[in-house]
């Protein structure tokens, strides 16, 4: 089983429209988990991270399910400049020290 | 906003050859990363640094990788003798006391 798995996508939405991507991840104990977004041929940005209780900031809501070992990032009301790479990441062990393992990313197209 | 910055953005070299990617943390981060991303493909982990010595290094950082930090201000990553599958975007990343990793934009390698 792949450390943390996506949906490649793409996913093509048109704007304005709810879009939900998921990732799984293997390592039950991992402590730390992110969303980063990376446009084409750019550097990863810390989109959010995800905490237990889930979390919002604007149209991006995050969730967490720690017993399915499971991620999820909501978009609301899609615009063009969403469209990227998505991309889950997990922290194994917490803390400012360790590396961080990313998914293979979800491709976010949205059409005007 | 402080930024990662990385030199150069590009850099082409023959394949035996030696390269040194240079990079500069935000100014009062702590720790310092290197990851890579072959394209296509996700970004993968590659060493971590903190208090002048490396923390935790992936198998991919084999003896002809080494990183080091000459000053207060860089962080250089070498390659000894570069291979075709070394070809990819390197980035580096830094953080402080909390784990946020933030990245630099990158250099993108390529061994011919």
């Known amino acids: 089983r792949k450390e943390v798995e996506q949906d490649p996508g793409p996913f093509n939405v048109p704007e304005g429209a709810t879009v939900a991507f998921n990732c799984t991840y293997s390592n039950s104990a991992s402590q730390s988990f992110f969303w980063y977004r990376q446009d084409c041929r750019k550097e990863p940005k810390l989109l959010m991270s995800v905490y237990s209780s889930g979390n919002e900031d604007g149209r991006f809501t995050a969730q967490l399910n720690r017993a399915s070992q499971y991620i999820s990032l909501l978009i609301r009301d899609s615009k063009l400049s969403d469209s990227a790479t998505y991309l889950c990441v997990v922290n194994p062990l917490g803390g400012a020290t360790n590396k961080l393992i990313f998914g293979t990313g979800t491709l976010l197209a949205v059409q005007p | 906003e402080p930024e990662v910055t990385q030199t150069p953005s590009h850099q082409v070299t023959q394949m035996g050859q030696e390269v040194i990617l240079r990079c500069v943390p935000i100014s009062n981060h702590l720790y310092f990363y290197w990851y890579r991303q072959i394209l296509g493909q996700k970004v993968e982990f590659l060493v971590s640094?903190?208090?002048?010595?490396?923390?935790?290094k992936s198998e991919i950082f084999d003896d002809q990788f080494s990183v080091e930090r000459p000053d207060g201000s860089n962080f250089t990553l070498k390659i000894r003798s570069t291979k075709l599958e070394d070809s990819a975007m390197y980035f580096c990343?830094?953080?402080?006391?909390?784990?946020?990793?933030?990245f630099g934009p990158g250099t993108r390698l390529l061994v011919l």
């Open positions: 640094f903190y208090n002048n010595e490396i923390s935790e």
């Open positions: 990343a830094s953080s402080g006391r909390l784990e946020t990793q933030y």
